[in-house]
Every structure is written in structure tokens, then in C-alpha cells.
């Protein structure tokens, strides 16, 4: 009570001197006020990495940034910056490892290089080399890499987000990540982008982007359209590549990786700059700071409010505990604004003494809840049942992995939304006999939205002992098995109020609106699609028409002239047999040699007399034609 009575009176004396102070020492003041809140917060809410505890503790910059995205409202940005270290812990932001984003790397699909007018530096977002759901969360990481070096090493500076639409078609746009970048750069990078500019966009994408357009506000940077002419006002043509009308030939490359990272700013320079910005060795503010303070005189009020301040960080430093991180062992100091990754150890993770007892009951489920899959069992057989249990606010359920082989065991856990849950571990190695305890979280904002989801494990017999060479181990593996199974609320763990189930709804409706979207934009690119091909059938068969209708025309002319030579032929044969017929006829009849030649005149229609030859005397005989 005495503790809770001092920290009331000390907000009470923040309050008391907040009338005579500047606006620049009241964002003094709300900074102070943050990190109080959240230091305080600590175990209880705040799930953060030893490193964002100590930029927390360090920096005022990154809590400054939320303070203004906000509005300096301090109560929101307070609750954002607790959301923020919630997704960074459950991300892991500090051990995104680049050999799982070089195929990304190696197609150019995100990269940093070159400024824009204002100087600032250029990230470039190839999507037509981006495959699309099945490279989801290797983008999001891609970007929140990028987005992390640069942002961090810079203290906040920010860059130019260029969306290449080059070569683009509908089967690369994808509403889900444009909805991780708009919320990235709202609520975990705040201000970190100036514009989007997004280049030559098919006309067939319009209406998608309206859509995109519908989720930005006013704490989003603008969406600018342009094209190889008006791209030149963002960007200078030395840093354009030749199909966009620029000079620049650099081509992305994993050897250029290096230099295409931020400088990242040396400890000594960065106490020399804090000391510059107003900020002694005692932890006042000076006078002449860096747009905190009010360049006048420090006053006595000015002077106790700064010794109250001072108290709250020591009283805070002092009471801070933090969970230990369940991933990684940090051997760094707490000061360091950032931590290499050190990979997977072999230390076993903290967990509360509540999730125990449902451990002990996935291992010693009956045989009937268990798959057989020759060298490995799984328990449950197709379907998690998240439930709640004391001290965490994550639904959860276990997985148990058990090695019934006679050698090593190595296992992976993927999930269809891996920003929904938490695999704890995701991936380990089991040694003959033994039972790996596998840890599901359902984190609390999802957990009206989790029916649809699944769960894929796969596991083999190995001597592989790295497991970050896991996925080459899977290839080669001979005896290897995946299961699948499905997720649901328990039927006997109560959610939250009528409220909350309304919010969880929305949040599903959102999802079968956004599919619809998606199912509406598919459907336009295939009527467009089949309008084309229509207008082509189309073409063709005019072209065929005229094509058959010549031919016609010149069979007919061909016919005709035919005909007409039939006509003249007949016409010139009956009227030589007309002429054949008019004409007499006569036969010479030869007799013997004693009687003189005789003509018979014959006359139509007189009957022709036919002359036989008999064959044993010489004298003809004359027959009438009957």
C-alpha cells in the first residue's frame, strides 16, 4: 500500500508541474510516463526480448515514434507499444535467419538500394517474382527484416517503399500482404515509410487497389501511381533501373547483400548524439536539446520535476523482472540495442507450473489416442483442443511426440497460420524412447478465428544433428511420415463476453469479405480473360466467312462459265446434225464387170436400201430397211 501511495503521489506531482512546462517537456514527460508503464507492466503483460527491453530502457526515439503516430496520446500508444513487443517476441524478430529468404533474395523480390529525392532509401518490392501464398510468411519476414536493419540502425529514419508492377498479373496480387505491410508500418514501425509508389499497374489491378486503398488511414503513408514518365518525381534517374526509364544497371545480388545494408550507428556516437540531443550523464534533460527542451533557463519546478523523474527510473530498474526467452540463450549485456542470432540450443525452455499437469496427461493418453506410424506415435490422433489454463492468457493445447524407433528422431511443426499460433518448439530432435512435449498457443486476439486452421508434422529417422539442415535431411530421408490435424476451442473452456465474441466475429467476417474480394478479383481477370478469347473466336470466324464467301463467289464464276461452254458445244452439235440431216443421200452400188455403175438417188424419208455381200457368190442383194 505505502508503495502504491508514493507512485500516486508522484503521478500526482507529473500532473502538478505539467502546467508551467513546454509542449517539448511534456513529451519529455510522456516518454517517461511510457516507460514506466511498460517497465512496470513487465512479466505481467509486456512478453518483450532482452533487447527491446533495453531500447525501451535507452532510447526515446523508438517509444518518441509511437507517441506521434498516436497523436501523443499516451494511453494509445502505450497499448500499441505493447502489441508491438508482443508480435516482435512472438515473431522473433531478432532471429529472422536469411538462408531461409534466399530463394526470395535470389529471385530480387525485396531489396535496399539507392535514395529517392529526398534522400531517403529506396526498399524494392518486385511482385512479380513473389509466388504468393505459398511464400507468405517468408515475405512478411523479408520485409520485417529489411524494415528492422534499416529502421533500428537508423534511429527511425525513413525510406521510400517502391512497388514494381512490372510484368505483374492478377495471380500475383495478394490482399493478405499488403494487410501485413499497411499494419506493419501503422503499429510496429511507425513512420518508418514516407510513400509507397507503386509503378506502371496493369488497369486490370484497379479495383484491387481501391480496395488496399480502403484499409489505409491517416497513420499510413500515401499511395502514389505512377509511370516510366512521372516516376522521375520520386526518384532520380541514376537510381532507376534502364526499363524504367533510368540509368542505374545494379542488379540485386546475394553478394551485394552487404553493402545494401544500413550503417548502423557505433555506441560512442550514439552516447556523443544522446548527449547532443539533451541528455547528460545524470539523466536530465539540458536546455538545448534536440526539440525536447525549451531553450531557456531550467526552472525550480523544472529542476524537481526532472529529481522525480529520475527516481521513477531508479524505483523502476530496480523492480523490472523479465521472462526468460524461450528460444535463445542471450549472452550480451542488456544495453546492447541489438543481438546476433544464435540458432537453436539445447537449453529446454521455461514453463509454468500449470501446463505440467496437461503434459503428463497428453503422455500418458490411452493407446487409442495415439497414431502409429511405425518409428514415431503422436498424440492427439487429428484434433487439437485448446483450452485455458491458469497464468497464461494464450489457449492451449500439447502435442506429444514419442520415438519408437531404434535410432534419432527429428521433427517439424508447420501450421496454415503461423501469425496465430506459437509452436514451442517448432522443430527438435527426439532420442530413441523418449517423449517430446510439443507446446500449441492460439494467441488471444485469434481466438475466435482458429476453426479453419491446421497443422502439418512431419518427422523421419535421421542422424542429422543440426536441425536447421532439416529441410535437406527431409529430401534424402527414407523413413519419414506427416500427420495432419485440425484445432478447435475445447467445448468446455468459456470464452470472454458477448463483446468479445462480437469482435471475434467481426474478425471472421473480415476474413470472408477479404476472400470474397479475392474470389471477385479472380473472377474479373477470368471474364476479362474470356472476353479476349471471345473477340478472338469472333475475328476468326468473320475472317473465315469472307474466306468461304470468296471461294463461293469464284466456284459459282467458274461454274457459270462452264456451263456456258456446255451451251455452245451442244448448240454447235445440234446444228451440224441439223445440217447432217438436211442433206441427200446417195449410194453407189458397183456390179459386175459386165453391167454399167448405177446411182440410186435417195430421198428422205424414202427408205435407205442396206447392201449384204453373200459370201459364196459376188452378186449383191438388196434388202429394205423395215
Not at 4 to 14: H, I, K, M, T
Not at 516 to 532: G, P
Request: glycine share 4%; aromatic share 10%; hydrophobic share 35%.
Amino acid at each position: 500500500m505505502t508503495m502504491y501511495r508514493q507512485g500516486s503521489e508522484d503521478q500526482a506531482s507529473l500532473r502538478r508541474y505539467n502546467s508551467f512546462i513546454s509542449d517539448s517537456d511534456k513529451n519529455v514527460l510522456a516518454i517517461q510516463e511510457i516507460r514506466y508503464r511498460i517497465l512496470q507492466a513487465g512479466k505481467s503483460q509486456a512478453k518483450m526480448t532482452l533487447a527491446d527491453a533495453a531500447r525501451i530502457s535507452n532510447e526515446d526515439w523508438w517509444i518518441n515514434s509511437f507517441l506521434q503516430s498516436q497523436g501523443n496520446d499516451v494511453d494509445v500508444a502505450y497499448a500499441v507499444i505493447l502489441e508491438c513487443l508482443r508480435w516482435r517476441h512472438n515473431f522473433d524478430v531478432d532471429n529472422i535467419s536469411l538462408l531461409l529468404l534466399k530463394p526470395l533474395l535470389d529471385r530480387k523480390v525485396m531489396y535496399l538500394h539507392g535514395v529517392d529525392l529526398y534522400r531517403n532509401p529506396i526498399l524494392w518490392i518486385n511482385l512479380a517474382n513473389y509466388n504468393g501464398s505459398s511464400e507468405e510468411h517468408e515475405f512478411n519476414q523479408l520485409f520485417t527484416f529489411w524494415l528492422e536493419r534499416h529502421y533500428m540502425d537508423t534511429c527511425g529514419s525513413q525510406l521510400l517503399l517502391l512497388i514494381n508492377m512490372t510484368n505483374m498479373a492478377a495471380k500475383n496480387m495478394y490482399f493478405n500482404t499488403f494487410k501485413f505491410i499497411l499494419h506493419a508500418l501503422k503499429y510496429y514501425y511507425p513512420n518508418a515509410v514516407n510513400d509507397i509508389v507503386i509503378f506502371e499497374s496493369p488497369s486490370i489491378l484497379n479495383a484491387s487497389w481501391k480496395v488496399i486503398k480502403s484499409w489505409a488511414d491517416s497513420g499510413h503513408p500515401l499511395f502514389n501511381q505512377v509511370t516510366r514518365d512521372s516516376v522521375h518525381q520520386f526518384v532520380e534517374e541514376q537510381y532507376l533501373p534502364t526499363h524504367m526509364g533510368g540509368t542505374d544497371p545494379f542488379e540485386f545480388t546475394m553478394d551485394e547483400l552487404a553493402h545494401c545494408l544500413p550503417v548502423a550507428k557505433s555506441d560512442n556516437n550514439q552516447m556523443d548524439s544522446d548527449k547532443e540531443n539533451g541528455e547528460n550523464e545524470n539523466g536530465t534533460v539540458n536546455g538545448n536539446g534536440n526539440g525536447l527542451g525549451n531553450g531557456m533557463g531550467v526552472t525550480n519546478g523544472e529542476l524537481l520535476l526532472s529529481n522525480k523523474l529520475n527516481n521513477l527510473e531508479l524505483q523502476i530498474k530496480r523492480a523490472v523482472k523479465f521472462d526468460d526467452d524461450e528460444d535463445t540463450v542471450r549472452k550480451e549485456p542488456l544495453t546492447l540495442p541489438r543481438r546476433p542470432s544464435k540458432g537453436p540450443t539445447n537449453r529446454r525452455p521455461s514453463m509454468s507450473n500449470a501446463i505440467k499437469p496437461l503434459i503428463e496427461n497428453r503422455n500418458s493418453a490411452p493407446e487409442e489416442q495415439w497414431v502409429d506410424g511405425q518409428f514415431v506415435k503422436f498424440s492427439p490422433r487429428d484434433e487439437l483442443q485448446l483450452r485455458k489454463v491458469d497464468g497464461e492468457s494464450d489457449l492451449i493445447d500439447v502435442v506429444a511426440i514419442k520415438n519408437v524407433s531404434s535410432g534419432s528422431l527429428m521433427f517439424k511443426i508447420k501450421t496454415t497460420s503461423p501469425e496465430k499460433f506459437r509452436v514451442r518448439p517448432s522443430t527438435g530432435i527426439v532420442a530413441v524412447g523418449a517423449t517430446e512435449s510439443v507446446r500449441v498457443y492460439l494467441q488471444h486476439e485469434y481466438r475466435y478465428s482458429c476453426s479453419k486452421e491446421k497443422f502439418l508434422i512431419l518427422a523421419m529417422e535421421t542422424n542429422e544433428t543440426n536441425i536447421e539442415n532439416f529441410g535437406e535431411a527431409w529430401k534424402s530421408a527414407k523413413n519419414k511420415v506427416e500427420q495432419k490435424m485440425k484445432c478447435k476451442i475445447a467445448e468446455d473452456c468459456v470464452l470472454d463476453d458477448a463483446k468479445e465474441r462480437k469482435s471475434g466475429f467481426l474478425t471472421e467476417q473480415q476474413e470472408t469479405v477479404q476472400s470474397f474480394r479475392q474470389q471477385i478479383v479472380d473472377l474479373q481477370y477470368s471474364y476479362a480473360l474470356l472476353m479476349k478469347i471471345l473477340a478472338v473466336l469472333i475475328v476468326f470466324l468473320i475472317i473465315v466467312f469472307y474466306y468461304d464467301r470468296s471461294n463461293y463467289a469464284s466456284l459459282q464464276s467458274n461454274f457459270d462459265k462452264i456451263v456456258q461452254e456446255h451451251k455452245t458445244l451442244i448448240t454447235q452439235f445440234a446444228q451440224r446434225l441439223q445440217t447432217l440431216e438436211n442433206q441427200p443421200r446417195t449410194i453407189i452400188v458397183n456390179s459386175p464387170s459386165s453391167a454399167p455403175e448405177s446411182t440410186i438417188p435417195l430421198t428422205t424419208p424414202a427408205p435407205i436400201p442396206v447392201v449384204t455381200e453373200q459370201l459364196h457368190n459376188h452378186e449383191p442383194a438388196y434388202e429394205e430397211d423395215l
